[in-house]
């Protein structure tokens, strides 16, 4: 069945992809982006070429995750386009990398504005649509390193990416009586494929960088970053989180899963994760709110 889907962060990497694969599936898909008519004009006119040479239905759409006006408008065009939006994928974020104690807190701010905070403003102004249809679907894109193994100097992007997560899934269960399914989608830290790493933030205290550099943790960042690639097998395809969470648009309601991991390094995200969700799931049916662990068609 058509969907219409809302993607944020889709000006490259894992949204990028997705965006697309989900037009080839056929639905109708807006890749949202900031400043469409500024930095990201060229990712727009990629988007429309795509479109135009794949005969798809993807389309762009502006929506800066980091304001709630411009996320309510994207929301309201893409609602006024097609009358209704029937999925919600939660891409954006961006990464950093650096001692913790390097980034200011204003720094520790922005990161999570982006990861965190950028869900909550996109849920508020889509959420009510959702509800009003007594259906849909919000996809979350978390990270491994939400309870993986976390080597050193990931701390602010880790943090963040813990904090989305455990947003996702305190939203399911207060979004299933509404009809409205939750997948989270859990990839690994794939080096290659995307510019998630190379488009690092960096610590602005660069003084403090040098001390970690210079001192005990001398090549600390380097042994980090060459592990995770070593960890990495040689055919990891990013492409693989794009086929994930098309598989999963299309399942019907009420088969989809609730955390799909797609982690080719196995950092051991998959384990901590079946522990979390067991012990959620036995909590709900202790408290007796066992029902809202899987979505229900509202009453009417």
């Known amino acids: 069945m058509k969907s219409i889907i809302l993607i944020t962060g889709a000006s490259s990497g894992f949204g990028a992809l997705t965006a697309r694969a989900l037009a080839d ?28 040479e794949h005969q798809v239905d993807l389309r762009s759409v502006e929506l800066d ?19 209704r ?38 849920n508020r102004a889509a959420l009510p649509y959702l509800r009003k249809q ?16 976390t ?13 989305m997560d455990s947003l996702a899934v ?25 510019n998630h790493f190379a488009h690092s933030g960096k610590p602005s205290d660069q003084a403090r960088v040098d001390l970690y550099n210079d001192g005990p943790y001398a090549g600390v960042a380097d042994a980090a970053l060459q592990g995770l690639a070593a960890l990495e097998p040689a055919d990891a395809d990013v492409g693989e989180v794009a086929k994930a969470i098309v598989e999963i648009v299309g399942l019907p ?23 979390a969700d067991r012990v ?10 066992q029902d809202l662990l899987k979505p229900t068609t509202p009453l009417q």
């Not at 982006?33 to 990712?43: I, K, V």
């Not at 995750?65 to 009358?83: L, N, P, Q, T």
């Not at 797609?262 to 384990?271: A, L, Y």
């Open 25 to 52: 599936a056929g639905h109708t898909v807006y890749a949202s982006m900031r400043e469409t008519l500024g930095r990201n004009a060229p990712q727009v006119a990629e988007v429309q070429c795509y479109a135009d």
């Open 65 to 83: 995750v980091a304001s709630s006006e411009s996320v309510d408008a994207g929301v309201a065009r893409i609602v006024a386009d097609c009358g």
């Open 170 to 194: 305190s939203y399911a269960s207060e979004l299933s009586r509404w009809g409205i399914e939750t997948s989270i989608i859990v990839p690994g830290a794939f080096t290659k494929g995307t």
């Open 85 to 122: 939006l029937d999925v919600i994928i939660h891409n954006a974020g961006h990464m950093s990398f650096g001692p913790a104690e390097a980034f200011t807190p204003e720094q520790f701010a922005q990161l999570y504005d982006i990861n965190v905070l950028s869900t909550q403003r996109v």
């Open 151 to 163: 080597p050193p100097f990931l701390a602010p992007y880790f943090a963040a990416k813990a904090a």
């Open 253 to 275: 309601f009420g088969t989809r899963p609730f955390r799909r991991h797609i982690d080719p390094s196995e950092d051991g995200c998959e384990v901590v994760n079946g522990v």
């Open 134 to 149: 007594g259906k849909g679907l919000v996809v979350w894109v978390s990270s491994s390193s939400a309870r993986g193994g």
């Open 280 to 289: 959620r799931a036995e909590l709900f049916w202790k408290v007796g709110l």
